[in-house]
């Protein structure tokens, strides 16, 4: 994985708050750092770092592209390819990072489920808009590479990554036929998994950075909102053609690990504000009910200047 630095940092730790810089420069050292792990700064050094290449397997069009490591993380064969992926840090918000995301147990459904999380800065706005800046030259990168245009800027605010649940698989196998489901009593919540092409993708990797430096896988439900992760995440390109017959490129993030360095809780008590939760919204009904609004007292009429009613106005013009 590679780090986005700042222009004084190359964890761009000096751009968040201060009870935050350990944690990240906990996680690497940067006078360590080999030339692939750190991120470029400008699309002249972006060139001579990655590469955007045909995907090797992949049989969807749309997704046929990887950006690449142009020099190898480790020694290997020529024809071995390393997706570039990056570590981004921050709050998490809304996820969905069970084991089957959103998906319902519909097996018609398999290739719309996903896992997904965001993440925000909160009141970390420097490091925040550095983290957008370099994930755009990626972005931007990518497109003068294929020579399709990005319909708009691609990070904005918060960042929004997800990852398959389930794979399309291109060659029948013995063990691909029918995919195996425990039907143990501990895993009588599992759904049947579908059948052939599909595969399913296996739990995504959720870790914690304990006091003493050492890391543990975690449940899921052990996550909350706020609390401060590390995340590790790939380039996903895609083109699209719309209606109209253009193409143009749309650059997300797939999600592939999730490291918690600090539970909602500590920051908070650190000093650090959660993000607000997010503004209701009620709809006004017609024909409801008092029960649906909220009744005020009704004034005490002023009877001093109160209109006496039409039937007393009507009896004293009848005895003038």
Known sequence: MSFLPSMNHLLAADLWSENLQPLIKACAHSHD???????????????????????????????????????????????????????????????????????????????????????????????????????????????????????????????????????????????????????????????????????????????????????SPIHEVLLSRGDFVEIDAEFDLVIVCTHAMRTHLCVFLTCKQILRLQMAQAVQHSGGRLPSPPTEVRHMRANASTQDHDVLPLSEPNLSSATPPLSSQLASTSTM
């Open 33 to 215: 750092l080999q030339q692939w792990e750190c991120f470029p700064t400008s699309l002249t050094h972006m060139v001579k770092w990655a590469s955007v290449t045909c995907h090797p397997t992949c049989s969807d069009r749309r997704r046929s592209h990887l950006m690449v490591y142009k020099t190898l993380p480790i020694p290997g064969p020529s024809g071995v390819l390393y997706p570039v992926s990056v570590h981004l840090y921050g709050f998490l918000e809304r996820f969905s990072v069970g084991d089957f995301g959103n998906w319902d147990g519909d097996c018609t459904k398999a290739a719309c489920a996903i896992q997904s999380l965001s993440i925000s800065g909160v009141d970390n706005a420097g490091a925040w808009r550095n983290q957008l800046e370099r994930l755009n030259l990626a972005a931007t990168f990518a497109s003068r590479i294929l020579k399709i245009p990005l319909p708009a800027i691609q990070f904005r605010r918060h960042i929004h990554m997800q990852r398959k649940v389930f794979t399309k698989a291109h060659h029948t196998t013995a063990a691909h036929t029918n995919p195996p489901v425990n039907n143990s009593p501990q895993n009588t919540h599992l759904p049947k998994l579908p059948d052939y092409p599909w595969q399913w993708n296996g739990p995504l990797e959720i870790l914690e950075c304990n006091e003493n430096g050492t890391i």
